[in-house]
């Protein structure tokens, strides 16, 4: 069994920036990707962000490319996701993914292609 926990959502005005973190503990499984994902009122849950375990390499949707930064915690098996500029449309319950299955593609950014989720961390974004 997996548990993610995420930290760090709270409000915030455009243009703030937050940090996001996620933590993955359980026993007896390993990381192939750390990725988050985001789920804003009355829309689908979509991709935000991948961080491919082994190689440090990183991707992105587009409307976050150049704001946001994934990156591997201090802590052991924990990710962040530093927000930077932040626009309402950021606005979401932001959610944390692991791929446990081997890496197959470049990049996997379908919910259905991740094994474990957290409960997720509201943020908001409002001036």
């Known amino acids: 069994q997996v548990e993610l926990v995420e930290t760090g959502g709270r409000s915030a005005r455009p243009g703030d920036s937050l940090r996001l973190s996620c933590a993955a503990s359980?026993?007896?499984?390993?990381?192939?990707?750390l990725g988050w994902f985001r789920q804003a009122p009355g829309k689908e849950r979509e991709f935000v962000a991948g961080?491919?375990?082994?190689?440090?390499?990183?991707y992105y949707t587009d409307s976050v490319k150049g704001r946001f930064t994934i990156s591997r915690g201090n802590a052991a098996n924990t990710v962040t996701l530093q927000m930077n500029d932040l626009k309402p449309g950021d606005t979401a319950v932001y959610y944390c993914?692991?791929?446990?299955?081997?890496?197959?593609?470049?990049?996997?950014?379908?919910?259905?292609?991740?094994?474990?989720w957290g409960q997720g961390t509201q943020v908001t974004v409002s001036s």
């Open positions: 961080f491919t375990w082994n190689t440090a390499s990183t």
């Open positions: 359980g026993r007896g499984f390993s990381i192939s990707i």
């Open positions: 993914a692991l791929r446990r299955r081997a890496v197959v593609s470049t990049r996997h950014d379908r919910a259905d292609e991740f094994d474990d």
